[in-house]
């Protein structure tokens, strides 16, 4: 954290008093806690959760621990309720102390009163919720370091001054409308709580920011407020603002943050949003305390925006808006979906504003002058179906401000149940909105309008209490600051940028105003009071004041900056940032006089005063330039062709910085300049002397000494700082001619500076530097420069707007040119002192009051009057407006200039001067035309007098030709403009060419077949062919592929999920595991021990017999198995009955109407856009070949029609030879020969349209293409068919060549023979003729009637054809509507698809889980019964009547700590054998404890006990081996079952959840479905019907109206009649079916009934036989199985053979234990005599010892060393009867041992004996005292003496 919030936590620190105290001192027991400081006290604050809770019960008192913070600040609760000290309710601040005050330089008699505000006539619109409601009629907004409370019924202002005097940031009203939050700017502001309505102070809230509040906000219960700061800290502060008391803090965030509320419905939660982000908080409860925790909103695919407006939903959503007018719907700090309009329309046109829940209903407004309401349900619901993230929905309600209203802000009415709004218009206004949206809905209402944006111009009149302004809103008002309110306002389509109102001498009437606007008009405005005026044409004199245009010119080309009349009235100045000044004449039409170029954009303008000789303007350019230029003569004449005056005189001055020169630096460097001057001359003085030295002895220097007397290099003075780019000017006014004072923004702020020009003027103005030659250090300017001056009416007061927004009044001296009286001042802060720069201050013309105008867009007027004298003069009520001049009223208005574009003064006279050269051009050329013209004609009579000359006088043609040259060069130009010509049109026909080539491709190349007509020859009959497009790439690609497999999918499912169950219901069959070889142990017989064979025999015939009983059982059970298996459960159903229920439901199909609303689409119905698609193509397909096939087949009747054309053309040739032979008058008629029509060859046609020109020029060409073209259809004809195809007549008659030129002789001299022959001839030529013209005529007919009948075929065609033509409309119809659903269709089937794969993945991990689990179990059931398998054996192999089965028993079920497999030290061996071995003997004891045995004795485990076979032993410890083997496996099997069963139920619950996800899946699928069918039935479907077809009759005639009528196919129709026939005798079928069963079922529970009773009657008669044969209840199974155990009697057997041999062994040990005891008991007699010797001998070592004793007692020191020897003695003896104990103990021991193993052997009890004298009495005596006599006990003796 930075410098600034460490000093806020130091600030805030809870250890002493706290920085937002008041100044009693109050304390504040807790700390502040945020999330840079979270160290707490150790103790858990009230309602806080401890560490160890868990995250619910830490959010479950989270509402808790804020609602006792609540309770703890309540107001108004006793004393010692808290530990906290409550700041007095009835505590308050004195305004006057906390307000700020006019500064007032010290020693000055400046008054502190010396402005009073009188009102504020601006609003700051721009400002970001700049709109409170206080009560029903008081709104409060903010107007620089005003706070301004607005009376809307009488308009009345009341006003209060920001405290800090920095400004104000931000305001909020309580809840309660009590108390009012004002948040200020500064250096560390405060937040002040007035009381309303009495606005006394009642709370200030200190150290929450370093700079300035950005917003603040109470909750819903007033109790806390939450503040943000600005830049450059960005703190967030929750305050207990009764107690003036820091509760949390932390940084918001590192940019610009707009706003800060809290959850009106969540305690504890905020939001704050801001340039490029949103964030949420929350006010959590830790073991610490309270802590603010913050979630970044973060914006994923959503594009960055800016965040101006949101509201906190109930259920903790954010809707906030966006830059672009969409809403957005955050859900855990992420988007949840995008809400915009229906079609992806924004949802306002602009940035949305402000949010509002107001009665169930979301209120938004935005920038577009739009206030609409929304479903608060439908947005709190929202989710987006597909992956574009939008959700669309329509607003419920819309009102529309205006199309120049921009909202911002809005405020609702306190007045409960109440609709109106007050709104805040960024455009400069004030609405009074009704959303009841109802029939008595008032309209907008602006209850105030202002400036929007910066006032960039301001004037006051010169004869009354008048004020104008202009700004960029296209707006000039006019304002009686007299009366506080506004005259008029008129609006231009371009905003204004500066203005000045006319001096009296100008107009006298102070009527009348220039303003300049940004598309560089001038306007000249008249003000007059309407009221003096004559009504004219009904016009409306209601208004007090009007504005009328006088006139409006444009002298530039960029926006006006500024407008000045000279001190004579007669001259106009306008000034531009174009660089141009322009000049005018003043009178009543304005004329131009011309224009300067100055350096740079002007700034400002002022013309010299009259106390100048020379009339001059001063002209000042934001880059550093002044100019001064001399008033033109008003008689001056510029050029025709522009405005530019080129020789007005003018001076420039350019300035250059001199601050660094002032500043300390810079008297530095004069003083190092004057220190190196003087060692310079000290240095030269002295080699000077040096020299004279030298030369006066006589010497010259050499060359070293002339080198160390160089002067050395100094080093560079520092450089003078120099701004680059230059300082801008701000503000000038003159002081004496030439001279004038400036003040400079940017690095040489600070100062003002005297200048004049130079009377050096020749230098380029671009390239000169010019110094102030004085200067005026302003106190506190440095970063505060003078932006604009003005000078009261007696030049008495200077009038300074400052950059920070402060107005500041300097008393100077009149006539006091240098300033020198300027020393003290009284400033005050007025405007904003971030962007409230003073733009323009002025003085009215009787300086009684002052006006301000700032670029924040406020207006603030001033009184300079005391209060008593301010009074009287505000009693006048209002400022007199002029009147207007006479004859106004008929005056004709002036034309203004509405378009931005329009021609500049200069640019008009340029256009003007070069329209007029182009006419006086034109007119030279007309003249040189005429003259031609005329020397053409005198040229053509001289040739026609020519003509008449005889012809030897006759000129010749090229005596008339002057110059050949002039023809050649003529030719040459004729030919150069047709190579140019060409050249031009070049362009325009390779553009004509790629059209055409573009419409062949488009309109004939994609023509598959054009229209051909064919004709009949003998009657009008004709048929064409279709006209056919080639089908598109993109069809035969879609011909390919088909819908996609969702249905087999689904089947596919639907398979899986009743194979799945059929699986699950039946049980599951596994192979049987392998069995191992370690489950069945097989004990080895002991060596050496046979069976004789008799018994082996009989083993083997009872083992071969309960094998075969065995087998017989596992037989029965396995049937058994099988059986029961098959057993179907009660419920079970008849899979045959299944099955056909199963093809029944899905044969039957669903017999609802379509239109039903529970109508279920079935798999096979189910239609998607591409399976539509798919559809469509296939009609278009068969609809393009069945007119493609009827294509054909009329273009094989065009080309038979031309063979039978050509046929004909052959048979009238034939024709014509044969009536060559034949008389005249037996000559039939010839018939014509039909031609081809040109609609019948239209390619052939539009193949010759490319040689259509030089056909026309080549006629002979022409006619002899036409000529063969039928020639060319006949060829053609041929090569595409067969000859033999054509419809043409098949048999053509063959005229032989003899008898095709038939010679009849001529009739003369002819012969009876030759006349019979003549005779013949004629009539076989009148045969042939005859046959000719009918084979002609019947080839005719036979075409015709194949025309007719093609003809009457494609009629038919047609007839389908547009059968086909409508079905093609309604899958058209039906493919648009399927396309609106396919994005949400192929969504909801991938999401299906999904579901389904996961699903399968489920199922499949199921399915193998439980094959697992089944293996698993059977496993186990193998191991169990191996188990039990092993101990049987165990069981066998003890035999009956063991002595020793109780102890194998033991051994056998005793558990051992089995060691894993792993590799282990030597260390951790032992350390497992030892454990072993303790919890063996443990277990041993426990055994020992709990059970008896035959023996008395403990028996070792590990040890074959005596008298057990070894065998036996060894076979029981491997079985136990085993059995821990097969104990280990088992459970080792029941882990991993109980693992697989855990896994089985997670895979349960997660095919649950799969499935319900499936299901619903499905019911969206199904639910779109439903919607598509009930889209797919509203359309409506062409279905032409014939009379027959109609059976819908009523009263015997068909109705008039078919609305009801059901059409359908017949044989649908009668299909489903014969079903209603089928069904009905399968209904009398099955009937009879479940009667024939109903009686099987009866049948069937009798012949149960009776089993069971015979069941019940045999096991009553076994259970007697078992009782009568065996006295008890035994197990048949078991006891069929029972065999001779072939081990067991081995054992036994070798058992017997061992205890025989065993016997013997005893009875011999028996004998030689009985001669121990024996000699035992002798050597017994002799210990106890030695013992009782000892016994006397100790006797007298006792008396011995006393008397010892005494002697040395009596006797002293003189035996010292003898008792040293014996207490050596002592300790050596001691030493050796511990030793002999030991050995006692071991022998002891050992004796234990050998008594276990033998029989009892117990030393017979003895007196004691006397003790034995010995030689050695001390040794004796000693030892006999160490072993004490204990009678008849055997071991205590040591080892020496036993």
Known sequence: MDSSENQLDELVSGDGNHAGDSAE?????????????????????????????????????????????????????????????????????????????????????????LLSLIHSFGYDCGRRANLQLLDENTLVYIAGNLLILLDVMSKEQRYLRSCSGGGIGAIMVHPSKKHLAVAEKGMAPNIIIYEYPSLQPYRILRGGTTRAYSSVDFN??????????????????????????????????????????????????????????IKFWKMTSTFTGLKLQGLLGRFGKTALTDIEGYVELPDGKVVSGSEWGNMLLWEGGLIKVEICRKGGRQCHSGAI???????????????????????????????????????????MNELVIGRNVCLSYMVKSSVPDSFIWFAQDSHGGIWKLDLSFSNITQDPECLFSFHAGAIQGMDVCSTSHLMATTALDCSVRIYDFLAKKELIMNRYRQGGTTLTWAPSMVAPSGGLLAVGFEDGVVRLLELYYRRNLQPVGGQNLSADAQMRLKQAFKPHNAPVSAIAFDRNGELLATASTDCTVFLFTVSDRYEPIGFIRVPGPVKNMEWSPPSHEANTLLILCQNGHVVEIKAPDLEIQTSSSTYELCGVPSRHFRFLSIKSRIKCLCLQRDAEVARRAVEKEKKKKEREERLKRAKDQGRELTQEELEEEEEEEEPELPPLYTPDPPSPLLCSFYTQPGAFWLSMGGYDAGYLYHCQFSEQQETDPQQRWDEPFTFLPVQDSEDDPICSFSFSSNRRLLLCGMTSGHIRVYPVTPGDLHLTSMQSFW????????????????????????????????????????????????????????????????????????????????????????????????????????????????????LQKN??????????????????????????????????????????????????????????????????????????????????????????????????????????????????????????????????????????PPEGSRLAGRQAEKLSKAAEKAEQARAKIQKRKDEWAELLASKPSENCEDPQDVLAIQQAMENMGDFKLKTAEDFTVPEHLRIDAKTKRVQLMALEDQIHRRKMKMNVRIMALRDSKVRLLSWLAEQVQKLQAVQASLAPELRATIPGVPTLLPE????????????????????????????????????????????????APEHTPHIPEDEQSPHIPEDHNLTQLEEEMRSAEEIRLLSMQDNLLRKMEQAVKYFDADLKLLRHEKLELDVHIKMADLQHITLFEELLLLKEFEKRENSLQERLNSRMEEDDLVRSKLEECELQLEMKRRDIAKLQEQEKAITATFLASLGESNKFADFLTKVFKKKIKRVKKKEKTGDEEEQEDSDEESEEESDWDEDEDGEGSECSYPLDDSVCPPNCDPDLFEVTLQLRERRLDLEELLADERKSLEALRKEHDSLAKKEKIVLNNLEAAEGDLELLNREKQRKLNALDVVVPLRLHQIEYVSNGAVPGKLDQVLVLNRAPLAGLQERIRQLQV??????????????????????????????????????????????????????????GNRNLEEMRHGARVREAAFNQEIKRWEDKVTEAKMAMMEVTKQHTERLSRMGSLLAEKKELEDKLNYRQRSIGTQFQEHGHVEEEEKSRLQKVV???????????????????????????????????????????????HHFPVHGGHRSGLPRSHT
Not at 1653 to 1681: N, P
Not at 1783 to 1801: P, Q, T, W, Y
Request: glycine fraction near 4%.
């Open 353 to 395: 504003q402000q949010f509002s829940l107001d009665e169930g209903e979301l209120v938004t407004i935005g920038t577009d002058g739009a206030v609409r309401v929304w479903d608060f349900e439908t947005i709190d619901t929202a989710d987006c179906m597909d992956d574009t993230g939008f959700f669309e929905m329509e607003p």
């Open 947 to 1084: 003509e008449k000359l005889p012809e030897h006088v006759r000129l010749q043609p090229v005596e008339l030709e002057l110059d050949k040259r002039f023809r050649e060069e003529t030719e040459q130009q004729i030919a150069q403009n047709i190579r140019e010509a060409r050249k031009e049109l070049a362009w325009e026909g390779e553009r004509y060419r790629i059209g055409l080539r573009k419409l062949e491709e488009r309109f004939r190349d994609s023509l598959e077949s054009d229209t051909v007509t064919v004709v009949a020859l003998q009657s009008q009959h004709k048929i064409s062919t279709y006209r056919l497009l080639a089908l598109a790439c993109k069809f035969h690609q879609l011909k390919q592929v088909g819908p996609k497999g969702a249905k087999v999918l689904r089947k596919r499912w639907r398979s899986k999920t009743s194979t799945s169950k059929e699986t699950s219901s039946a049980p599951a069959t596994t192979e049987s595991l392998p069995q191992d070889v370690v489950l069945q142990p097989r004990v080895q």
């Open 25 to 113: 001192g109050d304390e504040v027991s807790k700390p502040v806690q945020s999330l840079d400081n979270m160290e707490g006290d150790g103790e858990a604050q009230p309602g806080e959760p401890s560490p160890e809770e868990p995250d619910s019960v830490r959010s479950a008192t989270l509402e808790t621990s804020v609602t006792e913070l609540a309770e703890e600040i309540e107001p108004g609760q006793e004393e010692g309720t808290s530990d906290l000290e409550i700041t007095p309710q009835e505590k308050y601040y004195n305004y006057e102390e906390l307000c700020s005050r006019p500064f007032i330089s010290e020693d000055s008699d400046i008054p502190a009163n």
């Open 1778 to 1824: 511990q030793t002999q104990a030991l050995e006692i103990k071991a022998l002891r021991e050992e004796i234990d041992i050998l008594s276990l193993k033998g029989a009892h052997v117990m030393p017979p009890a003895q007196p004691p004996l006397l003790p034995v004298p010995s030689a050695n009495p001390h040794v004796n005596s000693r030892t006999a």
């Open 1626 to 1683: 399968e209904k009398n079928h099955q009937k009879e079916r479940y009667r024939q069963a109903r009686q099987q079922h009866i049948q069937l529970i009798h012949d149960c009934k009776d089993l069971e009773a015979s069941i019940q009657q045999l096991e009553v008669r076994c259970e007697q036989l078992m009782m009568m044969k065996f006295g008890k209840l035994v197990d048949l199974e078991a006891l069929q199985t029972l065999s």
């Open 1240 to 1287: 019948e060859m239209p390619r052939e046609e539009n193949a010759l349209h490319p040689g259509h020109a030089s056909a026309s020029a080549d006629p002979e060409a022409q006619k002899g293409q036409e000529k063969g073209l039928l020639e060319l259809l006949s060829q053609e004809t041929e090569d595409r068919e067969d000859r033999g195809t054509a419809n």
């Open 827 to 942: 400033a005050l802060s007025i405007h904003d002192n971030q962007y409230g720069l003073v733009h323009r201050v002025r003085c009215s013309h009787d300086s009684q009051f002052v006006l301000t105008a700032g670029q924040d867009g406020n207006i603030f007027a001033f009184s300079l009057l005391p209060p008593e004298d301010l009074l009287a003069a505000l009693a006048q009520r209002r400022a007199k407006v002029p009147s207007p001049r006479r004859g106004i009223e008929t005056e004709k208005a002036a034309q203004d200039i509405e378009d931005p574009n329009a021609y500049s003064i200069e640019m008009a006279k340029q256009r003007m001067e070069l329209d007029r050269l182009h006419r006086v051009a034109e007119q030279r050329k007309a003249e040189r035309r005429m003259k031609l013209a005329d020397l053409q004609k005198q040229f053509k009579h001289l």
């Open 220 to 277: 819903r219960e007033g109790i806390l407020l939450a503040s943000v700061g600005s830049a450059p800290d960005y703190m967030l502060t929750i305050w207990a603002w009764m107690e003036e008391r820091v509760v949390l803090r932390c940084k918001a965030f590192s940019q610009d943050v707009y706003q800060v509320t809290f959850s009106p419905d969540n305690p504890g939660q905020l939001t704050t949003s801001g340039a490029g982000h």
